[in-house]
C-alpha cells in the first residue's frame, strides 16, 4: 500500500505539473470505505489526514476507533457518498466536511441539526450529470438557486461543487462541466471555488480541469 500511495501521490504530481497548477492546492482524500481500521492507521502513518467514508455505519465507529488508534491526533473525515436524513446527525458527530449535498430534505435536516449553532459543516453541492434526473445530485441549470438555499444556512461553510464523472461520458467532458458550474457557482459566493472530483481511474483529468479535491481509493487500498 505504502508504494501504491506514492505512486499515485507521483501521479498527482505530474498531473498539477502539466497542468501548471500548484501541488499544495490539491487535496488527497483517501476513500478507506470497506476497509478495517487498521488500514485507516497504516494510511495515517503513511502520513495521511484525509479520509473519505461513504456509508456512516461504518464510518462513524471506524472514526472512533481510529483516534484511539493515533492518541487523538486530528484527522479530517470527509462523508462523500449519498446520506440518508436521518444520518445527519451521527455524520455530524465526526465529519469536517459532506461532499455529497444534493437534495432539498438533506440540506433542510442539516439545517435542522445545525440550528443550535454549536458547530459548522464545509458542504460540496453535488451536480448530476447524466440524463437522468432520478439520479442523485443537482442539475447544473438548478446549481444556482439552490446555492441561494444553502447560503441561507449560516452554519453551512459552501466550499464549491462536487461531481462523478458518468462510466458512459469522457471524464474530461464531465469534469468540464463541473468547472463551468464552478466558474457560476462563484458568481454567488466568489469563496465556493473549490472543486470535488476525480476518483482512482480518472484523477489526472480531473486535476486538468481544476479539481482540488480528489477521492481516490482503490488506487491506493486495492491489495490492502
Known amino acids: 500500500m505504502a508504494s501504491a500511495l506514492a505512486d499515485v501521490q507521483a501521479r498527482i504530481a505530474k498531473a498539477a505539473d502539466l497542468n501548471s497548477r500548484p501541488l499544495e492546492d490539491i487535496t488527497l482524500i483517501v476513500v478507506s470505505k ?8 497504516a494510511l495515517f502513518d503513511l502520513g495521511i489526514r484525509d479520509f473519505g467514508e461513504n456509508r456512516d455505519q ?4 471506524k ?17 462523500i457518498g449519498q446520506l440518508q436524513s436521518n444520518k445527519v446527525k451521527s455524520m455530524l458527530t465526526y465529519a469536517s466536511s459532506l461532499h455529497s449535498l444534493d437534495r432539498d430534505s438533506l440540506l433542510k435536516e442539516l439545517a435542522k441539526q445545525l440550528s443550535s449553532g454549536e458547530r459548522t459543516l464545509d458542504v460540496f453541492i ?8 432520478g439520479r442523485g445530485g ?20 459552501l466550499k464549491g461543487v462536487m461531481s ?7 471524464p474530461n467532458r464531465a469534469f468540464e462541466a463541473t468547472w463551468h458550474a464552478s466558474e457560476q457557482l462563484k458568481t454567488v459566493k466568489p469563496e465556493a471555488k473549490y472543486i470535488s472530483a476525480g476518483m482512482s481511474h480518472d484523477f489526472e483529468a480531473a486535476i486538468a480541469h481544476g ?7 482503490s488506487a491506493i487500498t486495492a491489495f490492502a
Open 34 to 41: 470497506n476497509k478495517p481500521v487498521s488500514v485507516a492507521k
Open 58 to 61: 461504518e464510518a462513524k465507529p
Open 63 to 79: 472514526s472512533v476507533e481510529l483516534t484511539e488508534l493515533t492518541n487523538g491526533e486530528e484527522v479530517t473525515w470527509h462523508f
Open 126 to 133: 453535488e451536480l448530476n450529470l447524466t440524463q437522468d434526473e
Open 138 to 157: 443537482i442539475e447544473p441549470k438548478n446549481l444556482l438557486p439552490f446555492a441561494e438555499a444553502v447560503l441561507a444556512v449560516p452554519q453551512l461553510r
Open 164 to 170: 462523478v464523472a458518468p462510466l458512459e461520458v469522457d
Open 211 to 217: 479539481a482540488t479535491h480528489l477521492r481516490i481509493g
